[in-house]
């Protein structure tokens, strides 16, 4: 602790102090003009930062004056007994800020840190704050951000050498660096800023209409939507759990044949997918290729809301192309293996029976269009949408 002087507590000489630092004529620019206290107390800090540092200090350049009421303020006392930045036994990965700080930088560390000794109070600020969280995880940016940020090191403390003139070799070598990777960073904010987040999970979702039905390239969605695979992975979680999506997995038995690992998708509203087509009449989706795929969606929407809740619904497919559109494990152990199929004719694939016993039906169903009920082939049954689900239905 070293005491000092009376006058460097004047008003008038810190005053003098600060402006003559910044270059300016007065300090209203700075919202400190009718602050005594404030000017006080930065002139006498700044007297201090230049008797130790013994040089000019150009990188001081402006002052701010933070709002008291802008922040709650929590004591030494409170910060030690909730443990926020330090732990009484000095291990400090269990306190808040240890538990939280998966920071990068040394400069995001105190970043968090100042924000967790110093929780803003202002709900617009907060909601700003939270918002661009959000955009960060939403569109998975933050993981290519990491990325950059562990080339940048610590350009606070590297400007302020190089300001100071004391920068070593190795500063400016990080500086190097990290002014190189500035450009990448800038264009990963830049490109959140081109499109928002409903606009680009609507175009997903009429992406995903045009391959209703079809196991997906998550790169080629990617590319298309300029944001990375994962990305799009977690796009399309969101709506699956929106319910807007269906997700189904495919048959993961061990039937020792190359088997089709990806799922499938459908836009689970039939009307919703019609109109992300762009189809606006019966006729118009009689012409369409999606026709075939769009009565597939709709009756495995309809079969599975009459499931029991421990059923478990698959597709199956082979790498050779056979394949079941749903397979239904019951509770009771059976499954049931249904082909859905549009029109009033279907016909078996040649590989139906095979597929049937890759999965152990014991049940096996072909849904279609018409409204006759009959069997067909080895234990083979051709039942109308309707028919099947009160087959469910009564167990």
């Given amino acids: 602790m070293r005491k000092r002087a009376p006058w460097h507590f ?17 300090l209203g620019g700075f ?3 009718d602050e005594p206290a404030a000017i006080i107390a930065a002139g006498a800090l700044l007297q201090y930062a230049q008797e130790t540092q013994r040089t000019a200090l150009p ?11 802008g922040h709650l303020h929590l004591d030494a006392t409170t910060r030690r007994n909730l443990e926020l930045l330090h732990h009484p036994e000095g291990r400090d990965e269990h306190t808040l800020a240890g538990i939280m700080d998966s920071t990068v930088t040394p400069m995001g560390g105190r970043l968090l840190r100042r924000w967790i000794a110093e929780p803003i109070r202002d709900r617009q600020r907060l909601q700003l704050r939270h918002n661009s969280i959000g955009v960060l995880l939403d569109t998975r940016l933050f993981e290519t951000l990491r990325g950059h940020f562990r080339s940048v090191g610590d350009i606070e403390r590297i400007l302020a050498r190089v300001a100071l003139g004391s920068a070593r070799p190795r500063d400016l070598t990080t500086l190097r660096q990290a002014l190189g990777v500035l450009p990448e960073i800038k264009a990963g904010l830049i ?17 995903l ?4 039905g079809e196991t997906i390239n998550y790169s080629k969605l990617a590319s298309n939507l300029e944001v990375d695979a994962k990305t799009v992975s977690h796009y399309i979680d969101i709506l699956t759990e929106l319910l807007l999506v269906r997700r189904l997995e495919p048959w993961h038995a061990n039937v020792k044949k190359r ?23 019966y006729d118009a989706l009689l012409s369409n290729p999606v026709l075939g795929k769009s009565w597939e969606g709709f009756a495995i929407e309809n079969i599975l809301s009459v499931l029991h809740s421990r ?21 009771s152990s059976e499954t049931w293996a249904i082909e859905i199929k549009y029109g009033v004719a279907p016909k078996i694939g040649k590989h139906y029976s095979q597929t049937c016993d890759d999965v ?23 039942i109308s949408l309707t028919g099947l689900m009160k087959r469910l239905r009564s167990g």
């Fill in 10 to 26: 004047e008003r008038d000489s810190a005053y003098d102090l600060l402006t003559g630092q910044f270059g300016t004529r007065d």
């Fill in 31 to 33: 919202g400190i003009e």
């Fill in 191 to 207: 490109s959140t800023e081109r499109e928002p987040l409903p606009v680009r999970l609507r175009r997903l979702w009429t992406m």
């Fill in 209 to 212: 209409a045009h391959l209703q």
């Fill in 59 to 69: 990188h001081l350049r402006a002052i701010q004056m933070e709002n008291p009421h």
């Fill in 259 to 281: 088997l089709v690992k990806s799922p499938r998708y459908y836009v689970r509203d039939s009307g919703i997918l019609h109109r992300l087509l762009g189809i606006s009449s």
């Fill in 360 to 382: 152990g039906a014991t049940h096996k169903y072909i849904v279609y269009g018409g409204n006759d009920e009959f069997a067909v082939g080895n234990d083979v049954k051709i």
């Fill in 311 to 331: 059923s478990e619904s698959y597709f199956y497919r082979t790498a050779a192309g056979a394949e079941v559109d749903l397979v239904i494990k019951m509770p």
